[in-house]
């Protein structure tokens, strides 16, 4: 399995915002081949978040891959600042 992890900085006032947000568009901006689920997780306090989503391939999950960029258009001001793909090699709970 392969996980991707984007890092996403916001205004701390905006947090609820950004989760709503993320909630309600997450399967149509994480489908994909191979998708096989997400999480969100947010420091509010601090503005970041990470959004980190589990893929079935390195293919798919790097296909999904979006660059880093701010979105203007957007009713929340948002910045991703990173996107890294990983290897999951240990899942212990």
């Not at 994480?30 to 601090?46: K, N, P, T, Y």
Request: aromatic fraction near 8%.
């Amino acid at each position: 399995m392969w996980v991707r992890i984007d890092e996403i900085t916001f205004a701390p006032d905006f947090a609820d915002e950004v989760i709503d947000h993320v909630r309600n568009t997450a399967m149509t901006s994480h489908g994909g081949e191979g998708f096989r689920g997400f999480r969100l997780l947010v420091d509010r306090a601090s503005g970041h978040a990470l959004d980190v989503s589990y893929w079935d391939s390195q293919v798919g999950a790097v296909a999904a891959q979006v660059a880093p960029t701010d979105d203007p258009t957007a009713t929340v001001a948002t910045a991703k600042t990173r996107s890294n793909v990983y290897e999951l090699c240990i899942d212990a709970v």
